[in-house]
């Protein structure tokens, strides 16, 4: 699976949006785009995924470039409780679908949301 | 609330001594993936089971073993604890059905 760079740390002001950036310049065309947070204590919380065209649920949206080698996560009106560390991860979805619990996480980035 | 909890929440073992974690899937899920997460550090993957079989494993060495049972709970075993195996455990439930792992809380393993 294609290796991850993500800032170490990012702040963002309460009601703000929060744009998340991640590089994957050595992303493969059958590789998904996935994202997960880690609240403090907690296991990490499934947000969003994608492959080529941007994609938006209840949680957040997804912004993939044209070349897929990088992405951002968009929060659009974040709160105290965005306060997590946000992992960008890679995947190779293969037949099965056992890929979906085989993660390679990095050191992700730590979101602090500000009142 | 992802239906996937594991037990215990916390322990405390003694350096050389075994332990057992455990982990009840969200119905349905036939894959379970066990996490190793140090303090300040991104989860590492140890293994993971599909029906019952070990199907992938990360860099941990064999006294990190595990079981899946026909309901696909499992278990995680740490044989002959070192004080670098203190961290949270984490364990993490999929399917085919989902495009998703859903996490449990993990359970805090300190080795003293």
């Known amino acids: 699976d294609a290796k991850t760079t993500q800032p170490t740390s990012m702040d963002c002001a309460e009601g703000r949006a929060a744009n998340l950036p991640c590089n994957h310049s050595?992303?493969?065309?059958?590789?998904?785009v996935y994202w997960y947070r880690q609240i403090h204590s907690q296991g990490p919380q499934y947000i969003i995924h994608?492959?080529?065209n941007n994609e938006t649920n209840e949680m957040a949206s997804l912004i993939i470039t044209e070349d897929r080698k990088s992405s951002t996560l968009i929060l659009p009106h974040a709160t105290l409780r965005d306060t997590a560390v946000y992992y960008c991860?890679?995947?190779?979805?293969?037949?099965?679908?056992?890929?979906?619990?085989?993660?390679?996480f990095g050191q992700g980035t730590i979101l602090t949301v500000h009142p | 609330e992802t239906g996937v909890t594991q037990s215990p929440t916390h322990l405390i073992k003694t350096r050389g001594q075994q332990v057992t974690l455990r982990c009840s899937s969200q119905?349905?899920?036939?894959?379970v993936s066990w996490y190793q997460q140090a303090l300040g550090q991104g989860p590492q993957f140890i293994f993971q089971?599909?029906?019952?079989?070990?199907?992938g494993r990360g860099n941990f060495p064999p006294r990190f073993s595990g079981l899946q049972f026909p309901n696909y709970s499992s278990e995680l075993n740490v044989n002959a604890l070192e004080l670098d195996d203190s961290a949270l455990y984490l364990c993490?439930?999929?399917?085919?059905?989902?495009?998703?792992?859903?996490f449990g809380q993990g359970t805090r393993l300190t080795v003293v």
């Open positions: 993490a439930s999929s399917s085919l059905k989902n495009t998703e792992a859903f």
């Open positions: 050595t992303i493969s065309g059958n590789e998904y």
């Open positions: 994608g492959l080529k």
């Open positions: 991860i890679v995947i190779r979805l293969i037949a099965g679908g056992t890929s979906y619990g085989k993660l390679t």
């Open positions: 119905s349905g899920h036939n894959t």
């Open positions: 089971y599909y029906r019952e079989e070990e199907n």
